[in-house]
């Protein structure tokens, strides 16, 4: 079982950067797919990102394919995400989740963060 803990948003201008975080408790992090989520209101939750249990593969979502960057840490059980040249519409509630590296593509993920805002004003 993975507890994943989402941190680093917050709100930013237009073309501004963050880096958000998210840390694995257990031991077995390094078995995991990771990737992050993002809901804004009123929408469906969508795939951001993805990125394999050896940091070998990365996949990201073509609206914000050149702008973020996931990465991960297995020795600090923590998967990141580098977000730059914000846009208002990457205005969201950001989720990082946990599994196999086809389920985290497809979003069915059985471990999920409790999420983190993210707010970019123009």
């Known amino acids: 079982q993975v507890q994943l803990v989402e941190s680093g948003g917050g709100l930013v201008q237009t073309g501004g950067s963050l880096r958000l975080s998210c840390a694995a408790s257990?031991?077995?992090?390094?078995?995991?797919?990771m990737g992050w989520f993002r809901q804004a209101p009123g929408k469906e939750r969508e795939f951001v990102a993805a990125i394999s249990s050896s940091g070998g593969r990365t996949y990201y979502a073509d609206s914000v394919k050149g702008r973020f960057t996931i990465s991960r840490d297995n020795a600090k059980n923590t998967v990141y995400l580098q977000m730059n040249s914000l846009k208002a519409e990457d205005t969201a509630v950001y989720y990082c989740a946990a599994d196999s590296y086809f389920r985290v593509v497809r979003g069915t993920c059985d471990y999920w963060g409790q999420g983190t805002q993210v707010t970019v004003s123009s």
């Open positions: 257990g031991r077995t992090f390094s078995s995991y797919a």
